[in-house]
């Protein structure tokens, strides 16, 4: 199995800050990476597919990049809505695996 | 819009078996390939399997040989059959469409809580 390993677990940032994900592949993927956002009590939703592409009706705020193992979520300029928690996932082979996830809180 | 919807019993008791189905309307079931992923309270996300509209399936080893996932594609439903189950069992169960090409989850159903209990 591929293991995703996500950093910092949590973080603590306020409106209008810059924040970085990062996510960690044990092997390469390639761009085989799509970034997840969930709010409590609801089901992720997709923010990013193949490492770099935004999904739709994303606002462009959010950006990805990376490619082999290494990748990150940027989100330019963070805003009230964007509090929740963010999981990257591969798709390069099964079974798919997801990060442990990164809670960004005020 | 495309909608998928997960039914099932919220209570199983231990060593029995979890079924559940989800409905997928506002697109054809032949259009994506159709996942079952689990969240166990205050945890991470845990992909169970995946089944094509040919009812060709693919599971997570670490279930493998308790779960099935099939399709019917006269009701445009898919189902997922988890046997033996026990306490760690528990989570909430999504049911997911994956596009063919992105191999992304990009529709979600709300998300079924079933808890293993007797």
């Known amino acids: 199995d591929i293991q995703m390993t996500q950093s910092p677990s949590s973080l603590s940032a306020s409106v209008g800050d810059r924040v970085t994900i990062t996510c960690r592949a044990s092997q390469t993927i390639h761009t085989f990476l799509n970034w997840y956002q969930q709010k409590p009590g609801k089901a992720p939703n997709l923010l990013i597919f193949?490492?770099?592409k935004l999904h739709d009706g994303v606002s462009s705020r959010f950006s990805g990049s990376g490619s082999g193992t290494e990748f990150t979520l940027t989100i330019s300029s963070l805003q009230p809505d964007d509090f929740s928690t963010y999981y990257c996932q591969q798709s390069y082979n099964t079974p798919r695996t997801f990060g442990q996830g990164t809670k960004v809180e005020i | 819009q495309v909608q998928l919807q997960e039914s099932g019993p919220g209570l199983v008791h231990p060593s029995e078996t979890l079924v559940l189905t989800c409905s997928v309307s506002?697109?054809?079931?032949?259009?994506?390939?159709w996942s079952w992923i689990r969240q166990s309270p205050g945890k991470g996300l845990e992909w169970i399997g995946h089944?094509?509209?040919?009812?060709?399936?693919k599971y997570s080893p670490s279930l493998k040989g308790r779960v099935t996932i099939s399709v019917d594609t006269s009701k445009n439903q898919f189902s997922l059959r988890l046997r033996s189950v026990n306490g760690t069992d528990t989570a909430v169960y999504y049911c997911v469409s994956s596009d063919w090409e992105r191999n992304d989850f990009d529709y979600w159903g709300q998300g079924t809580l079933v808890a293993v209990s007797s």
């Open positions: 089944v094509y509209h040919s009812g060709s399936t």
């Open positions: 506002g697109v054809s079931i032949t259009s994506h390939y």
């Open positions: 193949g490492a770099s």
